[in-house]
């Protein structure tokens, strides 16, 4: 479980780097600028809680599996950025000037991202689990 953890909160980190530095480029930055937060690599690591999801959904339809997977990021997204606002004071992200912002925590404009991150999640969890470096979770 703590090497899924990692390896989803590494793999978190760098889509992240890519996303934000191609956002950079889209804004007219050549030099492809992209970063992230400390804090996100727990919280992507929490993609390990997808797992048994994914286990129980493998069968159903694309669009659904993509719907739930997006609910279920949105849901993880909210609650860190409230918890980490609660604790820290501030969330490090801070979407509230989008007005597709939900308490400035979560973008509903990003739901097509997340919903083609999720389904990407399920090949690199069945890729992990067929070269035996992850067992199958229960």
């Known amino acids: ?18 996303w934000t530095g191609l956002g950079s ?13 400390i804090w996100m690599f727990p919280i992507y690591g929490l993609a390990i809680l997808l797992e048994p999801v994914h286990e129980r959904i493998r069968d159903w339809p694309v ?11 949105f849901a993880i997204e909210y609650v860190t950025g409230t918890a ?6 501030v969330c490090p992200w ?15 404009d990003f739901a097509p991202f997340w919903f083609i991150v999720g ?5 690199v969890h069945d890729a992990l689990v067929g070269m035996n470096i992850l067992k199958k979770a229960s």
Do not use: N, Q
């Open 1 to 18: 479980m703590k090497t899924r953890f990692i390896l989803y909160g590494f793999m978190g980190w760098c889509l992240e780097v890519f």
């Open 119 to 123: 389904l990407l999640f399920e090949k």
């Open 63 to 73: 669009a659904v599996r993509g719907g739930v997977y997006t609910v279920l990021i």
């Open 84 to 89: 980490l606002r609660m604790i820290l004071g």
């Open 94 to 108: 801070d979407y509230s000037a989008s007005p597709y912002s939900i308490h400035g925590v979560i973008r509903l």
């Open 25 to 37: 480029l889209i804004r007219g930055d050549a030099t492809l600028h992209g970063w992230t937060y």
